[in-house]
């Protein structure tokens, strides 16, 4: 069993997952999967912390520049380059293996199909896409 998602489908499957009410017994089975989406989203961190330190502006000191708004600045000649660059990362596609979480990882298809909330927009679009990795 893999589980492939999109980089920028990672965080919205964390959150979603978090937010859910479940027994205790279930809810270890949630962790070992958000255990393994956090991992990969680390990955993602990484690779766009290396998109900044390529196209961002630095201080003297050689550390990134923050604009007023808090973001990080980028070389201005070069934004329409970081942006292209940052769609196609969040395009990409990870793969996320189990190992020895298998076990729960199958029982999460399971505890979704019981869900009962009540979801709607970028939530049931998350909820969708979980239940298709699980259900391959």
Do not use: C, W
């Not at 990955?43 to 912390?49: H, I, N, T």
């Amino acid at each position: 069993m893999k589980l492939v998602f999109k980089n920028h489908e990672l965080v919205p499957a964390i959150n979603f997952l978090k937010q859910l009410e479940l027994k205790a017994s279930e809810s270890r089975h949630r962790t070992k999967l958000v255990n393994l989406l956090l991992k990969a989203a680390d990955g993602l961190q990484e690779s766009e912390v290396e998109l900044l330190e390529e196209y961002g502006v630095k201080d003297e000191s050689g550390k990134l520049k923050k604009t007023e708004g808090g973001d990080y600045q980028l070389e201005e000649l070069r934004a329409g380059e970081f942006h292209a660059e940052q769609k196609k990362l969040l395009l990409e596609e990870v793969t996320i293996e189990p190992g020895m979480y298998l076990e729960n990882i199958q029982q999460m298809q399971g505890i979704l199909d019981a869900y009962t909330g009540v979801i709607s927009g970028e939530t049931a679009e998350i909820y969708d896409r979980l239940l298709s990795e699980l259900e391959k």
